[in-house]
């Protein structure tokens, strides 16, 4: 007989309630084994409880969630084999380094000599070598977080979750610890669930994003696709896509507060518009053209952001940033391709 293959987790059809507020309804999906993934939403949109009912942390409703095709259900915490990091980290105060990464070593009795051995191989791991001794207390914001990291990695979990471990961390210190964080994970080959509210976190650390709100998946895939192609408009704001317009459409071309725009295809009866950011040129000869005033000018390093305001309405975009842009209160002509620059949103 040949071993059975890993199939990772699967959660089918999770609901939760907490009295009247109901927290999960009717979450599913499937992680592949050694795959990254982040679920990312606003507060409140169910990430935390759906991380602690896979964690067995908390119980649901109704649905299941199952390791390698193994129900759950029946089985605790600590005997999931499951690896878990809080957005506070959670180390013991009273308990120097060594011990806090130890702990769920001594909890499966692990013999004292393999102990050592292992808390050596993941602090080296997390770039902390020769910080056993040292008091919890006296470590920096990331020593801390890295720490945590540790003692969830001791015991050799083989599913990892993290919930907002970075929150409390200043934003230069958060992009430096998600680039080492992705890098370590990436050579354990450790199936990973990361619960952020910052898309840039999880576009830049995960290769499969799921997108919550109120409770629901609303959106599933690569973060390529969900910048490309937003399920519907929460998606569009949550990620940053926020030239959004309400239309009517005439076939072709469609109604707005800005006047009237092309379709990228023929299309009848209300519809919402995305002007997309990074698809505007600025002036050139093009056979469609929208003509604003530059309100707001901000050089961001990798681009050059525009706000333009048009018939009242502010849209922001984004040029490379050699683009020599109009001065504020200047009149600013952009170009585009409908193709490319004009997306029908999902209702």
């Known amino acids: 007989m040949h071993p059975m293959q890993p199939t990772g987790l699967q959660v089918t059809g999770i609901t939760k309630s907490f009295g009247s507020l109901k927290a999960l309804r009717d979450v599913s999906f499937h992680l592949s084994p050694g795959s990254m993934t982040a679920v990312l939403g606003p507060s409140g ?22 390791w390698d095709d193994q129900p759950l259900a029946t089985i605790p915490a600590h005997l999931r084999g499951f690896g878990l990091m809080f957005q506070d980290y959670a180390l013991f105060p009273h308990l120097n380094v060594f011990e806090n990464v130890s702990f769920g070593l001594r909890m499966a009795h692990m013999p004292l000599p393999a102990m050592h051995r292992r808390v050596q191989e993941v602090l080296e791991l997390v770039g902390l070598r020769d910080f056993e001794k040292r008091e919890v207390n006296n470590l920096s914001g990331g020593e801390a977080q890295r720490i945590a990291l540790a003692r969830s990695l001791a015991p050799q979990p083989h599913f990892l979750m993290l919930d907002e471990p970075f929150g409390s961390l200043d934003r230069n210190l958060r992009e430096r610890l998600t680039g080492e964080l992705r890098l370590i994970l990436r050579s354990l080959g450790l199936t990973t669930l990361y619960v952020t509210h910052d898309q840039e ?100 390093g990798h681009s050059c952001r525009a706000a333009i305001n048009i018939n009242g309405t502010t849209l922001s975009f984004d040029f490379p940033p050699q683009t020599c842009l109009p001065a504020e209160t200047d009149v600013a002509r952009l170009s585009f391709d409908p193709a490319t620059a004009i997306q029908i949103i999902p209702a």
């Open 45 to 66: 949109c169910g990430k935390s409880t759906l991380l602690n009912i896979i964690a067995g942390l908390e119980t649901a409703d109704h649905g299941e969630v199952f």
């Open 201 to 300: 976190e999880a576009f830049s650390l995960a290769s499969h994003i799921i997108v919550m709100n109120q409770g629901q998946v609303v959106q599933m895939g690569a973060p390529q696709e969900i910048f490309q192609a937003p399920a519907n408009a929460f998606v569009a704001r949550f990620i940053g896509l926020r030239n959004l317009l309400s239309a009517v459409g005439f076939g072709e071309r469609a109604q707005t507060d800005i006047g009237w725009l092309p379709l990228p295809y023929p299309v009848n009866g209300p519809i919402t518009l995305l002007l997309r950011p990074d698809s505007m040129r600025l002036a050139g000869e093009a056979e469609y053209q929208l003509e604003g005033t530059l309100t707001e000018r901000i050089f961001l």
